[in-house]
Every structure is written in C-alpha cells, then in structure tokens.
C-alpha cells in the first residue's frame, strides 16, 4: 500500500534534493560561530542545512575544508574586491579609508562573519593548520590592503611619513576590537550589545584623518 508522502517531508526532500554548496557554508558559519571549530560536526551541518550528512561530502572533504571554505566564501573574496578598488580608485586616500571601514563593517562586522576572528583566536593553538590558512588568506592580505592605503596616501603627499606597516596595524586593531566585544564579553555587560559601531568608526576615522594628515608645506620667505 502506497502512503502519500506528508507537505512537511516533501519539502525536505525537495530541499535535500536542491541543495547548494552556498546553503552548506551557511549553516557551517552559524554553528561554526555558535559552537567553535571543534565542536562543529559535519552531521551537525547537514541537519542545519536540511540535506544528509553524504551530501556534505559532496562538495566538501572533510571538516577543514568546509571551514576554508565558509572563510573565502565570507572574508576572502571582500578582500579582494576592496585590494582592486584600491588599484583603481582615483580620489583622496582618506576617503579609501573610510570605504574599506564602512565596506568592512557592512559586510563582516555586521554579520555572523565577525564571529570567526573570535573563532580563530580561541582555537588557534589547537589547530595549526587552519590558524595558518587564515592568516595567510585573511590577516595578511587585510593588512597588505590597507598598508597599501597609507603608502598611496604618502605617495600623494595626503598623509604624512609614517610606517605603513605599523600604521595597518594600529587602523586594524581597533575594529578586531569591535568584533571580539560583540561576540564574547558584549552579552555580559548591561548595554553592552548597545555600542554604536558606526559612532566608534567614525570616531576613529577623525582621528586617523589627524594623525596621518601631512604637514603643511612651510611658506616660503
């Protein structure tokens, strides 16, 4: 005797059927960001994502490169859009600065992807390999990007000489800050969850615009 097959579990065989590795990544980011990398499970991923755990396997090997993959899905590839404005963009390099932070925010620091810093520092020392890979394809590109934003600006004569290595780090630091809060000690602090982040980029935009700005040429006798 044929059983006619229920709305609810026809829906999820037309899911499981339909399934993108775009619909993977994103179930893997919100346990990986919820759950750490360690206790994420790959059957844990599957049911997020409503497809089985051999479909996983489909598209990803293995945990780690379902992990690399959420990475360059989410935080590579802005990357590399924001090091080819750079190449081209033909205005002030304040205003470069300014773009990257407010791209930045909007597209990570307002997501579920400002949870992988987070991530990355807590479980760095027990997985090598990935703390390696996320250096090498998130941190060092990053600060390569906006070092290259200061050098443009000392080209021009827009920013004073300063280190742009140095200069990366100190713009970086304070918007990692702004993600660890959110996703670790924000939850246990009243009106911590409040902080404006667009008031503290801001915020630090006018201060970078003082500390870089190029002194003015001395007048001539």
């Keep these: 005797m044929n059983h006619p097959i229920s709305p609810r579990a026809e829906r999820r065989w037309a899911r499981r059927k339909d399934a ?33 755990k051999g479909t996983v396997y489909l598209y990803f090997a293995n945990k780690e490169e379902l992990f690399k993959a959420v990475v360059r899905e989410g935080l590579v590839s802005p990357l590399l859009e924001m090091r080819e ?21 909007s597209r990570i620091g307002s997501t579920r992807l400002a949870g992988i810093p987070k991530l990355m520092i807590a479980e760095a020392r027990n997985f090598p390999e990935i703390a390696r890979f996320y250096v090498e394809e998130v941190v060092e590109p990053g600060q390569r990007t906006i070092a290259r934003i200061v ?14 290595q140095e200069a990366a780090m100190l ?39 003082r500390a870089l700005a190029a002194e003015p040429a001395p007048e001539a006798k």
């Design 151 to 164: 050098e443009r600006g000392i080209e021009r004569g827009e920013f004073r000489p300063v280190d742009p």
């Design 85 to 105: 404005l750079v190449e081209r963009f033909e205005g002030p390099s304040m205003e470069l600065l300014r773009m990257l932070m407010s791209g930045w925010w």
């Design 171 to 209: 713009i970086s630091a304070p918007m990692l800050v702004i993600m660890l809060w959110r996703h670790s000690l924000a939850c246990c602090v009243p009106g911590g969850s409040d902080i404006d982040p667009q008031s503290l980029i801001k915020a630090q935009l006018e201060a970078l615009s």
């Design 20 to 52: 993108r590795p775009e619909e993977i990544t994103a179930a893997a980011l919100e346990l990986f960001v919820e759950r750490g990398y360690a206790s994420t499970r790959l059957e844990d991923v599957a049911a997020r994502a409503g497809v089985s």
